[in-house]
């Protein structure tokens, strides 16, 4: 198992600084280098697994966070290039508007999901075995990702993603600069 970090064409945001845009794709890079680096541990303490199992179980579990932090990044990031467009007729418009009457309601709902406290993403999942929607709430990168169902939004709550340009207390302000930039095209995309 080996990943390369992907490149985003990312341009000027609105309320979102560059300077925001450069440190976190840093860190992006930074879980790809991790998962890499962890698969080659286990793979070498494989070699000896009984007397490894205990460091194989750790690295395995911190392999989670790690994967769960490139994978997510890179939904947040491609949902960023190409400009703000707005969220064209299709399948996910429909999805939204009959699970919760309008986007205007939906947005509400998922607004609210973002402010939770702590560390983590908003995510918008489409189970494809019901053809629904799901909006939910992920601890770090990780804890509480939804089995068998495919992201179609992911918002990035981590301070990392707003510190520059908005202190905690004022994560809504992030959350409106995120939907103002956000290409709903990249987005409708990922539901077929």
């Known amino acids: 198992m080996h990943y390369t970090p992907l490149s985003f064409?990312?341009?000027?945001?609105?309320?979102?600084?560059?300077?925001?845009?450069?440190?976190?794709i840093g860190l992006y890079n930074g879980y790809v280098k991790h998962v890499n680096l962890i698969a080659e541990k286990i793979a070498a303490y494989n070699h000896d697994p009984e007397n490894n199992s205990y460091a194989i179980s750790e690295m395995q579990r911190r392999?989670?966070?790690?994967?769960?932090?490139?994978?997510?990044?890179?939904?947040?990031?491609?949902?960023?290039?190409?400009?703000a467009k707005a969220l064209p007729e299709g399948k996910l418009r429909e999805l939204i508007e009959r699970q919760w009457g309008s986007v205007e309601s939906w947005k509400a709902r998922f607004e609210k999901i973002a402010m939770t406290r702590g560390v983590g993403w908003a995510m918008l999942y489409h189970d494809p075995h019901t053809d629904q929607?799901?909006?939910?709430?992920?601890?770090?990168?990780?804890i509480g990702q939804l089995a068998d169902l495919d992201i179609v939004l992911a918002l990035d709550m981590w301070e990392h993603s707003y510190m520059r340009d908005y202190v905690p207390s004022k994560k809504k302000e992030y959350i409106d600069a995120f939907f103002r930039n956000l290409n709903w095209e990249v987005v409708a995309s990922r539901v077929i």
Do not use: A, K, P
């Open 9 to 24: 064409e990312i341009g000027t945001l609105d309320g979102i600084c560059s300077e925001t845009i450069e440190e976190h």
């Open 133 to 142: 929607l799901v909006v939910t709430w992920v601890d770090e990168q990780h």
């Open 63 to 83: 392999l989670g966070f790690e994967f769960g932090g490139m994978r997510n990044h890179e939904y947040y990031f491609t949902q960023l290039e190409g400009g």
